[in-house]
């Protein structure tokens, strides 16, 4: 699904917000003025505002694994779209992931900003030059991007090949951008210049660890597992996590379920849950590791 698509989704959440908060008002009216044909008006008022209700919930993403495989590939002439999962968590009321693939010579769509939502980009293949109010920065495979609300942004393949890009767009229900500028702004981070921490049995490369517009913590990094094993012992915690396989395959359990993925599938474990993270087998496992309160 494109971005203008999504974007047009939120504005519609905001249209049927607005929706709800008229009817109530009409509702009111008609009741202190009761007359026959004023109820068969709220009547037919309380049902148009049973179905907006329903359409501007969105319902909690659910814990669990979503493979790459199987989603659905929507494209045109030189750009593919992918709709990974949509809906709210325990800490954000409006979460959505897509991917999007810009083939080769794909001309960049216009900068545009977003007026309350923030945006964690990662890239999970290809050569991409994005520019992020007046920076422009050249970024390959594994290099990531957190964008807060208001920053003109606009992204454009530079490679000799496709250029695939995750897109986790959300809302807390606790915006503050003051906490935002105050631990930096936006982050942009080249993976080719991030230091590895390695042990014999797996290495770890930090990116970012500090509170966003939306969060009051941000917590990403990759952990690499060389060996067949737990990446560490099944533990609870209260942010929402998400993992995003880069390599090799991997496993996770989640409330007792088990689930297992290869590069491109991500698994999400909801505040609370009991989970751990391993490699299923003696070939070497990469993945994204990253959550958020």
């Known amino acids: 699904m494109n971005r203008e ?38 009547l037919s008022l309380l049902f ?45 009321e409006y979460f959505d992931i897509h991917a999007t693939t810009q083939l080769k010579c794909a001309v960049a769509r216009p900068p545009h900003t977003q007026k309350d939502i923030e945006e964690l980009i990662i890239i999970k293949e ?22 807060p ?26 915006i503050n951008l003051v906490r935002s500028q105050l631990a930096g702004g936006t982050i942009v981070i080249n993976a080719d210049t991030l230091a590895v921490t390695k042990t014999a049995t797996k290495s770890t490369t930090k990116y970012f660890d500090r509170p966003t517009t939306m969060c009051d913590n941000f917590e990403m990094h990759i952990t690499a597992l060389n060996t067949k094993g737990p990446s560490h012992a099944a533990h609870t915690h209260a942010d929402t996590e998400v993992i995003l396989v880069i390599e090799g395959q991997t496993e996770m359990t989640i409330d007792g379920n088990h689930f297992t993925g290869v590069a491109g599938d991500i698994f999400i474990a909801n505040s609370g849950t009991l989970h751990n993270v391993g490699n299923p087998s003696n070939a070497p496992c990469s993945y994204f590791a990253f959550k958020w309160r």
């Open 149 to 174: 609300p208001g920053e003109a942004q606009t992204f454009e393949n530079i490679g000799d090949s496709a250029l695939t890009y995750y897109v986790f767009m959300y809302r807390s229900k606790k």
């Open 126 to 147: 290809g050569k991409m030059k994005c520019s992020i109010g007046n920076k422009i920065t050249e970024l390959g495979k594994g290099s990531v991007l957190l964008i």
């Open 48 to 92: 148009q505002l049973i179905a907006i209700c329903s359409l501007a919930q969105l319902t909690p993403v659910a814990s669990g694994v979503i493979h790459w495989a199987d989603i659905t590939v929507k494209k045109d002439a030189l750009r593919e779209g992918r709709k990974i999962a949509n809906g709210s968590t325990s800490e954000l």
């Open 5 to 42: 698509y999504r974007i047009q989704k939120i504005e519609d959440r905001r249209d049927n917000q607005y929706q709800v908060s008229s009817i109530h008002t009409i509702l009111y009216i008609c009741f202190i003025n009761s007359k026959p044909c004023g109820m068969k008006i709220l």
